[in-house]
């Protein structure tokens, strides 16, 4: 089975400080996709990549960076942690040929 | 640009009783829609997906979902509800970007499936 790890399932940072959620894959899947899931928004992309370091916005980017320099790898960074990023995380990988496999995700509390 | 809508933000059912769950899609290319079912503290769970075969599409747990282009929609059923349904239901749809091998889903707001004794 495909496995997408995220590092860690729950995670509280302070106001300002920056954070790096990290995401991998282990099915060599050349897409992989950040999105945060809110109660009664469902779940909102915030940047994917189809490639190692190539990058595309999503439909929320602002406040976020990403990484990807294997391809195994995709890293969520919040540039200065605020209270309104307060969320559930999820990561996910997809071949070019289709099938998303989500990570179990990454519960960030911002106080 | 795609979307859905997810019409109902919360479906109450009796034990046994059909269930529906309404969704409607917006897309600009041949989408793919799926269904992805979440249990309290779980992670997410695809049980069915469409992708432009047989418009009468069955998942896992009993439930299936009718592709219905002329009315841009795509409603998940089963015809007996058991306790163990109860969850938040997202409808999802996606189009192959143009020119690339890549692609992006796009969530509706969820329904959450409530499953009274």
């Known amino acids: 089975d495909v496995k997408v790890t995220q590092s860690s399932r729950y995670l509280v940072k302070r106001t300002g400080e920056k954070v790096f959620l990290e995401c991998v894959q282990d099915m060599d899947h050349e897409n992989m996709f950040w999105y945060r899931q809110d109660p009664g928004l469902g779940l909102r992309l915030i940047y994917f990549?189809?490639?190692?370091?190539?990058?595309e916005k999503g439909d929320i980017p602002e406040g976020y960076s990403v990484s990807r320099e294997k391809k195994e790898r995709f890293s969520l960074i919040l540039e200065s942690a605020s209270t309104n990023q307060t969320s559930m995380y999820l990561c996910a990988s997809t071949p070019a040929a289709g099938g998303y496999t989500f990570g179990s995700g990454t519960r960030l509390t911002v106080v | 640009a795609q979307s859905v809508t997810q019409l109902d933000s919360h479906v109450s059912v009796s034990e046994g009783t059909p269930v529906l769950l309404r969704c409607n899609y917006s897309?600009?290319?041949?989408?793919?829609l799926f269904w992805y079912v979440q249990h309290p503290n779980k992670g997410l769970q695809l049980l069915l997906k469409y992708t432009s075969a047989a418009t009468l599409v069955k998942g896992i747990n009993g439930f299936e979902a009718e592709f219905k282009k002329s009315e841009t929609s795509f409603h998940l059923t089963k015809p007996s509800a058991h306790m163990s349904d109860a969850a938040e239901y997202f409808c999802v749809v996606s189009d192959w970007r143009s020119g690339g091998s890549n692609y992006k889903l796009t969530f509706g707001k969820g329904t959450l499936l409530t499953v009274n004794p």
């Open positions: 990549s189809y490639d190692v370091k190539m990058k």
């Open positions: 897309s600009s290319y041949s989408p793919s």
